[in-house]
């Protein structure tokens, strides 16, 4: 659920470490459903954490545009194009990625223990 590609993988292998599930099968789940819900979580997640955070309505984000520029800004360490330009939107899209992501694992969490009991 976060909105940082390539992150989320590492969440779902420390989350199945934690709960002794497979960390492949964490992997391989992540790679496979998550590009078919970025569309969904990068706006959800923008627009839930701008409510949370009491920012005022902005103006439309062009998100391949967005993370074209914060690819480019992590690979050459240019702080400053993250600082002014990314922060504003990857600021909210952070915040507003947690409450998804606790809702999303309890609920896979409690749904996959069924299904082993059974």
Do not use: Q
Request: proline share 5%; charged share 15%; hydrophobic share 50%.
């Amino acid at each position: 659920m976060t909105p940082l590609v390539g992150f989320h993988m590492i969440l779902g292998v420390c989350s199945s470490f934690l709960i002794r599930a497979s960390t492949t099968a964490s992997l391989i789940g992540t790679i496979v459903g998550n590009p078919w819900t970025f569309a969904v979580i990068w706006p959800l997640s923008f627009e839930t954490g701008r409510k949370i955070l009491g920012i005022e309505e902005t103006k439309s984000i062009d998100f391949a545009v967005f993370f074209e520029n914060f690819k480019v800004a992590i690979l050459n360490l240019n702080f400053n194009l993250l600082k002014n330009d990314l922060s504003p939107i990857l600021k909210p899209m952070l915040v507003g990625c947690i409450p998804y992501y606790i809702i999303v694992w309890i609920g896979s969490y409690c749904f996959i223990r069924y299904l082993i009991k059974k």
